[in-house]
């Protein structure tokens, strides 16, 4: 028989399940107060406008896990939509050069955040802040002014649809976040590397001393994380087929609300992709349900605020227990 | 003999603290060392420098004879050389088994481990059971995260470690600090047995009781360098106190004599 102690424990040590939990009483809650949103093609769409900021939280996810933050995210993925949609309109180049130049000039820029946070020791957070102002400055100026539809195939790839069974939406988008997912769950938990990540972001003298490459590690974080972005930028074409500096100006934010709902602790070295997977899906199932319900966009950010502080109280209070 | 490790004035300088000042050491093949001194004598500071955690500002070190540069832990891990650090050195939000295999993780053999990396993780936890099994530590399960265990199985995790992959040198840092009374007899058994392997042990500890019952020789560190090295089948506890305090020196011809109180006065 396990008591109430060893159950409430062992949540606090399983960080997915809380925010799994809250999920479903979401969905429960929202099905019964609306007529319109427990239906296949809502649902679908739900998951669907989780895409970019989802795919921003896993990259958000593995800096967090090293006890870092990323501010530049979707700054580095919105600069990524502006290089691919520009070269092709422009230039035409075709759509997978395009789209291979913005996923690798994203690492890039991964590369350079992850050197100087662990060539000179900066804290994550001024570096990822620095970056953020220089990258969305260097968008205007590439886009001066202007916003690119995106009218390549391959760009636009990820937006196409397929019924499963007739009538489910599913885009490949949607299968790719999914594999991303599983892809980057594997190799956290599966291995050498992820394992890494973890001890590092736990603590990075313990680390050191048991003979890990501390900065190896943290770079190949940040240029992973850049890769993630740049898959996200191929993502937003997909969602809206046309590259815009002034999207995703809150993507920062709403990915770390993501992650911080999804149960992974601000303070490294606990936590789950899956948690996040989760807490992308929550959010977006909150904006959603909120706007099925009738509720203004600002009460909505009102309710995600509420949700991230609560989220980050949760962290606090189980790791006073541990500690 | 060639001592299996030494080095030969050491010096570390953090700021204006001089944490090691021309430190001496010897470690011989087989023998259990004991190494001892006050709080901040500098003890801590010169066995990383010999498990390549701290590189030193001055000095030199030999393994068999060799002169080697430790630039990292791993160097020294590479030359069979393994540490239980006074702070343990443990992630503690993992769990057992990847504690144990930190840095050293094993894979799956053939295909899945060579393309897919995959980790053998039933094999680890096996491998950290039976290890730990040997050391008569009981802990339930090894997937447990090491933050939920106690002090001292804290402890016995990090010595186990050590044991487990130490094939040159263990170095054991206060490791019975945390521990009970039974569990203080099983660690100082587990360094008799680490002897009988063949193996050299350098434990650092407070404990003069365990050190006169343990040790082969005993190297008195005292305000960042080696003072003297006595045996404990020649020379008492209040002698080796007594050189760690100051009180007592060691002559060049290895007499043992009181350091009188000098002042400018009496001089
Ligand atoms: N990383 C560091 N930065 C600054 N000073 C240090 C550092 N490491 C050690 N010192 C200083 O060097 C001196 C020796 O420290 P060390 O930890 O080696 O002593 P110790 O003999 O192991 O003491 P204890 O018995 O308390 O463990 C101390 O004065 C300590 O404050
Ligand atoms: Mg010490």
């Known amino acids: ?116 946070v662990t060539g000179f020791r900066l804290p994550p957070f001024i570096v990822t802040l620095g970056m953020l102002t220089i990258v969305t400055a260097v968008s205007r100026i590439y886009a001066a002014g202007q916003s690119f539809p995106v009218t390549d195939d391959t760009l636009g790839f990820l937006g ?164 | 003999m060639t001592p299996v490790l030494a080095a030969k004035g050491l010096v570390k300088r953090y700021g204006r603290v001089t944490a090691m000042d021309g430190a001496d050491f010897d470690l011989n093949a087989g023998e259990v060392l004991a190494v001892v001194g006050d709080n901040g004598a500098g003890k801590s500071t010169l066995i990383k420098t010999l498990s390549g955690a701290v590189i030193p500002d001055e000095g030199e070190i030999r393994v068999n004879g060799e002169q080697v540069h430790f630039h990292g832990p791993l160097d020294a891990r590479k030359h069979g050389i393994e540490t ?71 402890q016995a995790v990090a010595v186990a470690r050590a044991a487990a992959f130490g094939t040159r040198v263990v170095i054991m840092d206060e490791p019975t600090a945390a521990l009970g009374v039974a569990e203080s007899a099983k660690v100082l058994d587990l360094i008799g047995r680490i002897r009988e392997r063949g193996l050299p042990v350098v434990l650092i500890s407070h404990n003069m009781p365990h050190v006169f019952e343990i040790a082969d020789r005993v190297h008195v560190h005292r305000l960042g360098r080696r003072v003297a090295v006595v045996s404990p089948k020649t020379h008492s506890m209040n002698e080796v106190v007594g050189l760690l305090t100051g009180a007592l020196r060691m002559a060049d011809d290895g007499t043992i004599e009181e350091v009188g109180v000098t002042t400018g006065l009496n001089r």
């Open chain 2, 84 to 154: 239980v650090y006074q702070d343990l050195a443990l992630a503690q939000a993992q769990d057992i088994a990847t504690n144990m295999f930190l840095g050293r993780e094993k894979r799956r053999p053939g295909f899945l481990g060579a393309v897919f990396r995959l980790l053998d993780s039933g094999g680890m936890r096996a491998e950290a059971r039976r290890v730990l099994d040997e050391l008569g530590i009981t802990i339930k399960s090894m997937t447990q995260p090491v933050e939920t265990l106690s002090g001292g199985q804290r």
């Open chain 1, 1 to 116: 028989m396990s008591t109430i102690k060893e159950r409430s424990e062992f949540i606090l040590r399983t960080p997915a399940i809380g925010p799994a939990l809250a999920l479903v009483v979401a969905v429960v809650v929202f099905s019964i107060t609306t007529d319109t949103f427990l239906n296949v093609d809502n649902l679908s769409l739900v998951v669907q406008q989780s895409l970019v900021i989802g795919t921003l939280a896993l990259g958000q996810t593995l800096v967090i896990l090293t006890s870092g933050i990323d501010l530049a995210n979707a700054a580095i993925a919105v600069f990524a939509t502006l290089l691919m949609a520009k070269l092709t309109l422009e230039s035409g180049m075709p759509g997978v050069v395009a789209l291979l130049i913005g996923i690798v000039v994203a690492a890039a820029i991964g590369a350079v955040t992850g050197g100087i």
């Open chain 1, 160 to 323: 196409q649809k397929q019924y499963l069974f007739g009538q489910v939406e599913v885009t490949y988008g949607m299968v790719l976040m999914l594999v991303m997912y599983i892809g980057l769950w594997y190799a956290l938990t599966r291995t050498a590397w992820g394992k890494h990540v973890y001890a590092v972001g736990n603590d990075p003298e313990a680390a050191r001393l048991s003979g890990i490459h501390v900065r190896r590690s943290l770079l190949g974080v940040y240029v992973v994380a850049g890769v993630i972005y740049g898959i996200a930028a191929w993502q937003a074409l997909g969602r809206v087929p046309n590259a815009d500096p002034n999207a995703f100006q809150l993507g920062n934010l709403d990915s770390i609300t993501a992650v911080v709902i999804g149960g992974t602790s601000l303070f490294g070295g606990r936590g789950s992709v899956i948690g996040t997977l989760v807490g992308a899906l929550i959010v977006a199932v909150l904006r959603s349900g909120l706007t099925q319900a009738g509720i203004d966009n600002l009460y909505q950010d009102v309710a995600t605020g509420v949700l991230v502080i609560a989220a980050v109280a949760v962290d606090r209070f189980s790791r006073g227990r541990q500690r």
